[in-house]
């Protein structure tokens, strides 16, 4: 099969490429639904809490880890963004806080850290998400 199309020229390349990346832009800055960010707040906050237990804590650790991608997954479909991470720097790096912290409180009874860290660890990944969440959403031009 022949291709009779002509190739663009630099310039409308160049306007093409630019066109793809302000689709992608606005795509990564689309608004999130306001009941996601408690929700995964709360959600980051139970994972870390989950340290605490002692029967079933792995068990319970991995159902909280698929609920926080399978609530994530639903409402990036509904809201047309399946998997677009947000090009806002002060919720990358509040969010990137919130789960280092959940992760650590995660990871801490294994090295047999007190409890009363885990409970501040929780606390630190919930306030952190949800200063993340207000970042985000003033970085889409709405006010929480």
Partial sequence: MENNTTAPDVAEAREALAAITT???????????????????????????????SEDRHTITLAVMFMVVGINMTAGYRSGTPSAVPTSRGFLAAAAVAMLAAGTAVLLPTVSGPTWLIVVLAVVAAASYLLGGVAHRRSTRRTP
């Fill in 23 to 53: 689709a992608q832009q606005a795509v990564r800055n689309t608004p999130w639904p306001t009941w996601i960010y408690p929700v995964n707040a709360a959600l980051l906050a139970a994972l870390a809490l989950t340290a605490l237990l």
